[in-house]
Structures are given as structure tokens and as C-alpha cells.
């Protein structure tokens, strides 16, 4: 009851078509739901198109994307939404969904690192998108986070309109490792929100495995593919 009163007081609206959410649609409406284009990478997290791009680049173990990222679609408004226009919720309930789907692919993950923001960043937005994105999957699934082995060094410039080469120029020796014995001898998972050449998750990749017997692996929500959405669309049935 108290649940359909704040409904009917506040009611919730699907970031992708703007429809009203039902008392059981979260964070979409079912229909948009369903029209996500999924990857289904993590039913294959060792050889996928995503984890190729990081072959011969970091000694990588799962890699996963759970759907595909195309500007100016639906999936991009969502993302935009909880990226820059302060829908925290968007990303935290992604995450959750994200891990309700995706069980098999948390399996041996000691502890997730969101990918970090700069300090300047997250006063400006107010919180890091992908550390709500871990805080999901860390609701679901009871990994802990480590918020504090990897810190970013700078307010680097903006990686979405460089060039693959910018891209990577661009965050180099962005990460510090800072606290290498919290990630001591643990399975580590990067948490990103999209991943267009995988650059920065590299980066921060590189000064996680500076620690003692770490390995690593990389999970976000987007894959920006060069893929068409309707041409990989998986839906599934709910």
C-alpha cells in the first residue's frame, strides 16, 4: 500500500520512452526492457569481441559488456541520464539488473573497483556513474567495492571526441595505485559504464596489476560496437 501511494505521489518514468513504470517495472518499462540490444557476452567471458580488443594489450581473465552502445539511441539516453543529468538511480538500478542476469559471470570476483572519476569530476556531477553501476551489482551479488586501492591522478580532458589515439594518449599514467595490499592476491573486477577502445579500463588495469598476485577483469554496461543495434539485438523473454 505504501508503495502504491508514493507511486501515485511520485511517480517513476522510464528513462528510455518517458512512459510510467508499473509498480513492478524497474528501472524500465517492460517493452523497453525487452528492446535492450544484450550483449550476451558473459555467457562466453573469455572470448568475446569485447575481450579481444585487450588481447596481447593486459593479461585480462572475464570480460563483459551488457548491452550494446550506440549514439543517439535508447540505451545512449539512458546512459546520458545517469552520466550527466543527475539520474544516479538509472545507473544503480542497471546494476542491479544487470547482475540478476549475469549470476555466472560474478563467480570467483573478490572485489569490484569502479573505474574512478577525478575529485573535480564528482563535485561536479555529484557521485562517479560507475561506482553506482558496482553498487548495484555489489547489492545483488554481496561483492565488496574498493573505493581506494586506485585513485584517479588528474581531471583529465573528456574522452568522447578523441580519436583511438587521443584516447589512449589521454589517459596515460592517469591511475595511481594507492593501496596495493587492499587488492593483494584477489580477483578484481573494473566497473565501467561505456567502453568504446577499452584505453582508459587498460590504464587502470595496469596499476591494479601492479599488485601482488592480482588478476583482473572488466565488466560495463556498454559496449560501443561498431555492431548496428538491430543487428545484434538479443531480447530476452521476461
Known sequence: MLASLLDFFFPRMCPVCGKR???????????????IPRTMFWEHPYDNPLARMYWGKIPVEKVAAYFYFTPQSAQAR????????GRANIALELGEMLA??????????DCIIPLPVSIKRRMIR???QSEMI??????????????HAVIRRYFDKSQTH???EERRDNV?????????DAIKDKHVLIVDDVITTGATTISCANEILKAENVKVSIL?????????AQEVHQPIMI
Open 78 to 85: 539512458m546512459v546520458y541520464g545517469a552520466k550527466y543529468h
Open 134 to 147: 558496482a553498487r548495484g551489482i555489489s547489492k545483488v551479488m554481496g561483492i565488496p567495492i574498493e573505493r
Open 100 to 109: 540478476d542476469e549475469m549470476t555466472g559471470f560474478f563467480d570467483d570476483i
Open 162 to 164: 578523441l580519436t583511438r
Open 126 to 128: 555529484g557521485y562517479n
Open 21 to 35: 513504470l508499473e509498480l513492478d517495472e524497474r528501472p524500465l518499462c517492460l517493452r523497453c526492457n525487452v528492446d
Open 172 to 180: 596515460d599514467d592517469v591511475f595511481v595505485l594507492k593501496d596495493a
Open 220 to 228: 560495463a554496461l556498454g559496449f560501443a560496437s561498431k555492431a548496428k
